[in-house]
């Protein structure tokens, strides 16, 4: 098993901080990271049990399976600088004293406090040499749930009132935000009407409906929804596009799927389960 490499970073400690010793390596998982199964972790049963009782084990499995899977990603000099400065940032590290402190205070060496620095850069260039090419497929299967949309709404019990408010709205006689924040009977009021960005699938199905047929700006005669009459206005809606940054947040989901699915399988072939 390869676990953290052992080398100093001048920005994570600029200093030698601590006794030299070896780091504390991932658990013995092995598996492809493509597919496949993950060996169980030799975790004694009492201690299984227990990291279970306290809701440590899965977050446990997660860590090693992903530990196994970017041990052998390549990471530069220079890469690691940077991520050792922005882990001391992230920890509001700003000396070596506060750095000494910290992994007195988290039970670290100094190679564990590296292999944390490095593991989100890892992360991100496993997922784009092992999931990048499933992408785009991942993205046109779920592009409907990605669509993103802003909308004023104002909600109410009574239909009459709906009606008179959707008027006055229409005719330019009031602000719906005004409206809002005095009439609407949802959380909408709080925040003046605005609702979003939010996943347009997040919405109620008739009411994400309405949104993707009806033009921004645009407002809504009222609309029943359960026990609700409501008043909309679609402010914008943006629909997903496949760039770079969606091909990565897809690649990561992948990857994150690949995950837990070698955690099942560890979890599985306990005799506990």
């Not at 070896?22 to 993950?38: C, F, K, M, T, Y």
């Not at 709080?190 to 199905?205: A, C, D, E, I, W």
């Not at 809504?220 to 929804?225: G, H, M």
């Not at 496949?242 to 070698?262: P, Q």
């Amino acid at each position: 098993m390869m676990g953290p490499r052992q080398r100093r970073s001048p920005a994570l400690t600029h200093a030698p901080l601590t006794p030299s010793g070896a780091p504390v390596a991932p658990l013995p998982i092995s598996g492809d990271s493509g597919s496949g199964s993950s060996r169980l972790p030799a975790i004694p049963p009492a201690l299984w049990r227990a990291l279970a009782r306290h809701g440590l084990l899965v977050p446990l499995l997660r860590q090693s399976v992903i530990a196994e899977a970017v041990a052998d990603v390549s990471i530069s000099e220079q890469e690691s600088r940077e991520s050792s400065q922005a882990w001391g940032s992230a920890n509001r590290l700003g000396s070596t004293e506060a750095v000494i402190q910290h992994l007195k205070s988290q039970g670290l060496l100094e190679a564990d406090a590296l292999w944390q620095a490095e593991l989100p850069r890892r992360i991100t260039r496993h997922c784009e040499e092992h999931f990048s090419f499933r992408a785009e497929q991942r993205f046109l299967a779920r592009k409907n749930q990605l669509d993103q949309v802003i909308y004023s709404l104002l909600r109410v019990d009574d239909a009459a009132l709906a009606t008179e408010l959707y008027l006055r709205i229409a005719e330019g006689e009031a602000d719906f935000a005004e409206l809002a924040a005095r009439y609407a009977q949802g959380p909408e009021r709080s925040t003046r009407g605005v609702v979003g960005p939010v996943p347009l699938v997040q919405s109620h199905p008739a009411l994400a409906e309405l949104l993707r047929t009806i033009r921004p700006g645009q407002v809504q005669a009222p609309l029943r929804i359960e026990q609700w009459w409501l008043v909309v206005r679609l402010e914008s809606l943006r629909s997903a596009s496949f760039d770079s940054e969606m091909r990565d947040r897809m690649a990561r989901e992948l990857f994150e799927e690949w995950v837990d699915e070698e955690v099942a399988l560890l979890l599985a072939a306990h005799p506990a389960a």
